[in-house]
Every structure is written in C-alpha cells, then in structure tokens.
C-alpha cells in the first residue's frame, strides 16, 4: 500500500514559501523504467528464434534423422542480415508506438505486440521467398510466434520486479475537482497494472496557481509526486494555458484528460498545423465503413457456426433437462435489434408456464419487487424461474441458443444486450447508438457486473461500446466473458 493520499482542495494549501524555484530539484524519471522493454523485446525475439531451432532440430532429430548443429543451420548471411533487419525494424515500430516511452494498458499493448510480430512474419516470409531460399515454414512461423509470447512473458516478468522493488509505482498528482477529474481518476484505477497511484489532489489550480506565482517543480516536491494530470472541466480548462504552458518549460512530466463525456475516445483521429497551437480532432467511426462491417460479420459467422458444432452435444443433453418438466425447450423472447427491429430473441426456457400471470402477481402483492421490475426489469428473486432455469441462468447456458440469432445477423457475438421495446426510453438520445449496431451475446455489461450494475451505467457502457467498436475490442470482450461467467458475478 502507498502513503494515503494528501487533500490539497484550495489555494490555501499553497503557501508563499513556495515562490523562491528549488535549484536542481531531484525528480525522478519513472517512465525511464519502460527502456527496459528494449532490453527483454531483444531477449525474447532471440529465445523465441533459439526455442523454435530446438523444435525444429528435434523434429529432424526424430522423423527425418537430420542433426542440426546450430541454430544458424544452413542460415546464409543474406537470411541471416534478413532475419536481424526484420527483428530491428520491429523495435524501432515499437519505439514508434511508445512502447519504450508511454505505460499501456494491457490490451492495448497485446494488440501491438501481436500485430507487430504478424507483420515481421510476413515480411521475413516474403523476403526469403522473394530470395529464392529454401526454409522451413514450420520454423518462421513457430519462430515468430515464440518471440510474440515471449516479449509478452519478459515483459510481464519485468514489471513484476519493478513493482516488487517499488519502481513501477507513480506518485501521481490529479488537477481538479470536476466530473472529468472524477472520470479519470475511476479511469486511472481501474487500471492498476499501469501504476499510477493519486497521491495528491488539487483543485482550482489556475486560480490558486497563478496567485502564488508557483514552479511546477516546487509543487511537486511538496507534494511527493513525479507526474501531473490535468482534469480540469469548462472554463477552469480555458484559464489553465499558462500553468499547462509552464509544464513544458520545467520539464515535468504530465498528461491532460480533456473535458469529452459522451465523445469517441478511439476513432479521433489527430490533425495538426504547422506554426499553430491548434489540434483538431476528426472522429471516423470503423462502424460506417464497409469493410470493418463485413469484417465483423464473418467474425461473427465464422465463430459462432464453429461453436454451435463444438457445442451441439452439450446443447442437446441441455434441451432433454429443459424438457423434464414438459414445456418447450426454446423460449423465443420478442427484443428490439438493429435500426429498431423487432426479432425473436432466442433461450433455453428457465420459466414456469404461466409466467405472465404469476410476474403480474407478485408485483401486485410485493411493491418492493415493482420498484426493482420498473427499474431495471429484472428480479433478483424471481417466482417465475425453475430449478434448472435458475442454474441455466446463473451459468448463462441459457443464451446458448442465440447462436442462430447470430448466424441469422439479428444479433452479433458482441454488443449491446437485447432490450424489450419497454426499455427503450430508458436509453433517451442514446437509443440512437443503439440501434447502430446488432445486440450482442456478450458485452462491456456482461463483463463488468451484470445485473449488479446500475442502468445508467448499462447504457453508457453500450453508447461507450458502440461509439468506439473495433474488431479488437470484440475479441478483448470474448475474452473477458470466460472469467466473467465462472465468476458469476452479477448472474441472475
């Protein structure tokens, strides 16, 4: 645990004392740890190259009785300065990335490093073909894949012993005291693995700033911190020019979370002029083009025709324990979809026959239950669900059959969950992003809490999904769901 953090709300808490600049005041260059990455990235692309050897001169070992003496064997100088160019051009894009110079979050950085390797896999492919050599696809493929999981192992091994030792944490101080503050210190902590930990806060900074006449250096000494984020909101932002200015001339480290609730944070894309302190920033959503459409439909296709064959035995031994009780196995749930269609939401049945009638019951005669129905139209005790229903529910094997929603296109392996046409005022002016995209299986909702999450939040999780959808983010959510399941949290 670090030291607690230290309230500093008002000009007051900066004293005049402070106006004399400490001369060759220490601060500690935290990111400087991040060029280690080049150190454990060289590391790894050699034990990946030297692990996909091995394998290669085991298996001409084995089925070929080849011996391989090295593992330069049968490597010629124009391979070999082939193989060192292409692993060198992959640092340097690394560098070009801030991979050596800015913490990312791990997502992010595994969508690098995967598609940085894929692509030196294809040019060191193309270059020995383009060269007429003889190689073993076996041993460029594996080769390079060795490197990718290895730069991500050395590197998560290398943070572990920065944070054992305390170098990977950042004394971090937050300006202000808004809702974009608030934003991004929830932003800043969901996100531990990065390090950044506010230790200090301050509000009003142009005000109090400008009045004490302070070095950014001093302020940061006082109050023990190596980095400064700005989240300051309207005019507070507007008045801040020269204290954002100054962190330039002293050289202190920092970052500006600009005020943008309800705006992309992914698809802007950066514009700038020469001579002209002027950004502008152009939002292109991957949704409106074609091919990023079509992408995600055969992502779709692929994936769920592929599961419903690996699942079908499972799906059937699921349909015979549903139809014990001698009702139907599917329940076809009418939603709303796409542009506002309406479709037939597809679920292993979990309820009694008669459940309108008994759901119309109990609300009468429990008022709490009609507050919890109205608000989020769910029950976390509800009369309506079977024994078995329940444990389809609470494993989410209940869902299984929206995989014909998918192959269908009604719904998509990832998106907003279908909502009934009675939910649909709840979304206000974001019912439009809603309807930009199919509902999905899986989404930012079933992953962070589920039920357990309020409705608001529900819905600026869609809007936030919706506003800054990428293939990428499609596959972390998958990815996500698995854990989200076996934890249960939030399945009712």
């Given at each position: 645990?670090?030291?607690?953090?230290?309230?500093?709300?008002?000009?007051?808490?900066?004293?005049?004392?402070?106006?004399?600049?400490?001369?060759?005041?220490?601060?500690?260059?935290?990111?400087?740890?991040?060029?280690?990455?080049?150190?454990?990235?060289m590391?790894?692309?050699?034990?990946?190259?030297?692990c996909?050897?091995?394998?290669?001169?085991?298996?001409?070992?084995?089925?070929?009785?080849?011996?391989?003496?090295?593992?330069?064997?049968?490597?010629?100088?124009?391979?070999?300065?082939?193989?060192?160019?292409?692993?060198?051009?992959?640092?340097?894009?690394?560098?070009?990335?801030?991979?050596?110079?800015?913490?990312?979050?791990?997502?992010?950085?595994?969508?690098?490093?995967?598609?940085?390797?894929?692509?030196?896999?294809?040019?060191?492919?193309?270059?020995?073909?383009?060269?007429?050599?003889?190689?073993?696809?076996?041993?460029?493929?594996?080769?390079?894949?060795?490197?990718?999981?290895?730069?991500?192992?050395?590197?998560?091994?290398?943070?572990?012993?920065?944070?054992?030792?305390?170098?990977?944490?950042?004394?971090?101080?937050?300006?202000?005291?808004?809702?974009?503050?608030?934003?991004?210190?929830?932003?800043?902590?969901?996100e531990?693995?990065?390090?950044?930990?506010?230790?200090?806060?301050?509000?009003?900074?142009?005000?109090a700033?400008?009045?004490?006449?302070?070095?950014?250096?001093?302020?940061?000494?006082?109050?023990?911190?190596?980095?400064?984020?700005i989240a300051?909101?309207?005019?507070?932002?507007?008045?801040?020019?020269?204290?954002?200015?100054?962190?330039?001339?002293?050289?202190?480290?920092?970052?500006i979370?600009?005020p943008?609730?309800?705006?992309?944070v992914?698809?802007?894309?950066?514009?700038?002029?020469?001579?002209?302190?002027?950004?502008?920033?152009?939002?292109?959503?991957?949704?409106?083009?074609?091919?990023?459409?079509?992408?995600k439909?055969?992502f779709?296709?692929?994936?769920?025709?592929?599961?419903?064959?690996?699942?079908?035995?499972?799906?059937?031994?699921?349909?015979?324990?549903?139809?014990?009780?001698?009702?139907?196995?599917?329940?076809?749930?009418?939603?709303?979809?796409?542009?506002?269609?309406?479709?037939?939401c597809?679920?292993?049945?979990?309820?009694?026959h008669?459940?309108?009638?008994?759901?119309?019951?109990?609300?009468?005669?429990?008022?709490?239950?009609?507050?919890?129905?109205?608000a989020?139209?769910?029950?976390?005790?509800?009369?309506?669900?079977?024994?078995?229903?329940?444990?389809?529910?609470?494993?989410?094997?209940?869902?299984?059959?929206?995989l014909?929603?998918?192959?269908?296109?009604?719904?998509?392996?990832?998106?907003?969950?279908p909502?009934?046409?009675?939910?649909?005022?709840?979304?206000?002016?974001?019912?439009?992003?809603?309807?930009?995209?199919?509902?999905?299986?899986?989404?930012?909702?079933?992953?962070?809490?589920?039920?357990?999450v309020?409705?608001?939040?529900?819905?600026?999780?869609?809007?936030?999904?919706?506003?800054?959808w990428?293939?990428?983010?499609?596959?972390?959510?998958?990815?996500?769901?698995?854990?989200?399941?076996?934890?249960?949290?939030?399945?009712?």
């Open positions: 645990m670090g030291p607690q953090p230290k309230s500093h709300a008002n000009s007051e808490a900066l004293d005049s004392a402070s106006l004399t600049p400490i001369q060759g005041a220490p601060r500690r260059r935290f990111n400087h740890v991040l060029r280690g990455y080049l150190a454990t990235d590391l790894a692309l050699l034990a990946g190259f030297l996909s050897w091995s394998m290669a001169a085991l298996i001409n070992s084995l089925y070929y009785g080849r011996e391989m003496a090295s593992p330069f064997y049968g490597m010629t100088s124009m391979r070999a300065i082939g193989l060192l160019s292409v692993a060198a051009i992959t640092l340097v894009w690394f560098q070009h990335k801030g991979h050596y110079r800015v913490r990312m979050n791990f997502w992010l950085e595994l969508k690098n490093v995967i598609t940085a390797l894929t692509i030196a896999m294809l040019v060191d492919g193309f270059l020995q073909f383009a060269a007429k050599n003889e190689f073993s696809r076996l041993w460029l493929m594996s080769g390079w894949m060795f490197a990718c999981v290895g730069i991500l192992a050395m590197r998560g091994l290398y943070r572990a012993l920065l944070r054992r030792s305390g170098h990977w944490r950042v004394a971090t101080m937050l300006v202000g005291n808004g809702q974009t503050a608030a934003d991004t210190s929830a932003a800043l902590q969901s531990t693995g990065l390090g950044y930990d506010i230790t200090a806060r301050i509000a009003n900074l142009p005000e700033f400008l009045m004490a006449g302070r070095s950014w250096e001093r302020l940061c000494a006082e109050h023990e911190v190596d980095y400064v984020v300051l909101d309207g005019t507070e932002f507007d008045q801040a020019t020269q204290p954002i200015a100054q962190l330039t001339r002293d050289s202190v480290p920092f970052s979370s600009p943008r609730r309800h705006l992309p992914l698809d802007m894309v950066p514009q700038y002029f020469f001579s002209h302190d002027v950004k502008l920033l152009t939002y292109s959503s991957g949704l409106e083009q074609p091919l990023p459409r079509l992408v439909r055969l779709d296709i692929t994936v769920s025709g592929t599961l419903l064959l690996l699942i079908s035995p499972l799906m059937l031994a699921l349909a015979v324990l549903t139809k014990r009780d001698g009702g139907p196995v599917f329940f076809g749930h009418a939603r709303i979809g796409k542009k506002g269609a309406v479709f037939q597809l679920k292993f049945r979990s309820m009694v008669n459940a309108q009638a008994i759901l119309a019951q109990h609300l009468a005669e429990n008022p709490t239950a009609r507050a919890e129905w109205e989020d139209h769910k029950l976390k005790n509800d009369p309506r669900i079977t024994g078995f229903g329940a444990f389809l529910r609470r494993s989410s094997l209940d869902e299984l059959p929206q014909f929603n998918v192959l269908k296109g009604e719904m998509s392996l990832v998106g907003p969950r909502i009934v046409a009675g939910e649909v005022a709840k979304y206000a002016h974001d019912i439009a992003h809603y309807y930009r995209v199919s509902p999905g299986i899986t989404g930012l909702w079933q992953v962070s809490g589920r039920n357990d309020t409705y608001d939040q529900r819905v600026q999780m869609d809007s936030w999904y919706v506003r800054n990428s293939l990428w983010h499609d596959v972390a959510i998958m990815c996500k769901t698995v854990p989200a399941l076996l934890k249960r949290r939030g399945a009712y």
